[in-house]
């Protein structure tokens, strides 16, 4: 079985529990607050959370932000259907994988993909097409889980079903400056993730 076919069956079969897990959704719910921490309390902006899950981070922005316009993606329809009736329309919603996302060049002011990123089957191309659809000046931001050490990213890779690669603090801000970001940025959450944000050079 390929990295994508585990990854929707441990997605599809873990939605129906996936809100319901104490542990997760306290260390969840920190990390999206402070990737949330990272967007700016602008008007109407357009938002994409690539990897939405069960939509909680879009209900979060949908709080806290005035007028957004949110979307989200993920390959779980059943985490999809989830996220529907718990947002109740609040955000356009659509089966795709990262790597080919449904949106034109330019559209959204943020792209933010949260504890998704480690299960990208090919990451350099993900990055690349969050780009795309970013406009000039827009913001990425790659929340992902991170251990301090890589020989506990190797093991995690070993264990979690799914999982491609786990990136350490460096590569992740490697990946940011050769795939054309800049005012590069990292913030430590929760303790065993990492938070790094980039404006899209124009």
Same mark, same amino acid.
């Given at each position: 079985?390929?990295? &994508?076919?585990?990854?929707?069956?441990?997605?599809?079969?873990? =939605?129906?529990?996936?809100?319901?897990?104490?542990?997760?959704?306290?260390?969840?719910?920190?990390?999206?607050?402070?990737?949330?921490?990272?967007?700016?309390?602008?008007?109407?902006?357009? !938002? !994409?959370?690539?990897? +939405?899950?069960?939509?909680? !981070? !879009?209900?979060?922005?949908?709080?806290?932000?005035?007028?957004?316009?949110?979307?989200?993606?993920?390959?779980?329809?059943?985490?999809?259907?989830? =996220?529907?009736?718990?947002?109740?329309? &609040? =955000?356009?919603? /659509?089966?795709?994988?990262?790597?080919?996302?449904?949106?034109?060049?330019?559209?959204?002011?943020?792209?933010?993909? +949260?504890?998704?990123? %480690? %299960?990208?089957?090919?990451?350099?191309?993900?990055?690349?097409?969050?780009?795309?659809?970013?406009?000039?000046?827009?913001?990425?931001?790659? =929340?992902?889980?991170?251990?301090?050490?890589?020989?506990? %990213?190797?093991?995690?890779?070993?264990?979690?079903?799914? +999982?491609?690669?786990?990136?350490?603090?460096?590569?992740?801000? /490697?990946?940011?400056?050769?795939?054309?970001?800049?005012?590069?940025?990292?913030?430590?959450?929760?303790? +065993?993730?990492?938070?790094?944000?980039?404006? &899209?050079?124009?």
């Amino acid at each position: 079985m390929d990295k &994508k076919e585990q990854n929707l069956r441990f997605f599809n079969s873990w =939605a129906k529990t996936y809100d319901r897990s104490f542990l997760l959704g306290y260390w969840l719910r920190r990390m999206q607050a402070d990737v949330v921490s990272f967007v700016e309390k602008s008007k109407g902006l357009k !938002l !994409l959370d690539v990897g +939405c899950g069960t939509g909680e !981070l !879009l209900l979060m922005l949908s709080e806290k932000l005035e007028n957004p316009g949110l979307y989200g993606i993920d390959i779980s329809k059943n985490m999809l259907m989830i =996220a529907e009736k718990k947002l109740g329309g &609040k =955000a356009l919603l /659509k089966i795709s994988d990262v790597e080919s996302l449904p949106f034109k060049d330019n559209e959204f002011d943020y792209v933010i993909t +949260c504890e998704a990123f %480690h %299960h990208y089957l090919n990451q350099n191309k993900a990055i690349n097409e969050m780009k795309r659809v970013l406009k000039d000046g827009g913001k990425l931001i790659i =929340a992902d889980v991170n251990f301090f050490f890589d020989i506990f %990213h190797r093991i995690f890779e070993v264990f979690e079903p799914g +999982c491609v690669r786990v990136n350490n603090r460096n590569e992740f801000i /490697k990946m940011f400056e050769l795939n054309g970001f800049n005012n590069i940025k990292q913030k430590r959450s929760n303790v +065993c993730g990492v938070i790094t944000y980039g404006i &899209k050079v124009k």
